[in-house]
């Protein structure tokens, strides 16, 4: 098997460490930008550089800002009695592009996992009880964790800590159907989310 520069297999192992991506496909990834001007590779150079030192954790959401707090949870259009709990900021995103949700979010940052030594305190559960605490009047909160077996314990766990709190016309629901046991929503389509929050049922 041929050596190849230490510049390129820096870059193959980098590109490697990446989700999704094999030796195959990092090596191509890496050749493909050997290719390609220099001003390309620069301009991708520049956009990871602000990705880390521009993008920020919103204070209110925990999803991805520009400050800090985020343009969603700015807007007074949105519904703030209305908040959809999702396991990423990704899934904002996913979410977001159906078109169809008025209300806000709320980004655990993950699920309980006890294989991955991810537990209740790891994630922005506490925030969010918080949170709930002070809206006043009726309030829904989606469950929106993925139909994984993690996603589903942590929606299981995350609805007996609301019903704690006792708050008068509190609603909890979960997505319904549209979107198969085990799918993510990052990977779904906008028909598919979208049957999927219409579809969302009280628990």
């Not at 046991?181 to 906008?190: F, N, R, T």
């Amino acid at each position: 098997m041929a050596t190849l520069p230490r510049a390129i297999s820096d870059l193959v192992g980098v590109f490697e460490r990446l989700p999704g991506i094999g030796p195959k496909s990092a090596t191509r990834l890496a050749f493909y930008l050997l290719n390609t001007p220099i001003s390309f590779v620069e301009e991708i150079a520049g956009d990871l550089a602000r990705l880390k030192s521009e993008i920020m954790i919103c204070g209110e959401c925990f999803g991805v800002s520009e400050s800090n707090v985020c343009g969603i949870c700015r807007d007074s259009k949105r519904k703030t009695n209305l908040i959809c709990v999702v396991e990423r900021a990704i899934d904002v995103v996913a979410l977001e592009n159906v078109g169809n949700y008025g209300g806000i979010y709320h980004v655990l940052n993950g699920v309980i996992n006890p294989l991955n030594h991810i537990g209740p305190e790891d994630l922005k559960i506490d925030e969010l009880l918080s949170r709930l605490s002070k809206i006043d009047g009726p309030v829904e909160v989606i469950l929106a964790t993925n139909l994984t077996m993690e996603g589903e314990a942590t929606a299981l766990y995350i609805r007996k800590k609301i019903e704690v709190l006792g708050k008068h016309g509190l609603k909890i629901s979960r997505i319904g159907s549209g979107l198969p046991i085990g799918s993510d929503m990052e990977y779904a389509d906008m028909a598919t989310l979208s049957r999927a929050m219409e579809g969302r049922t009280e628990l």
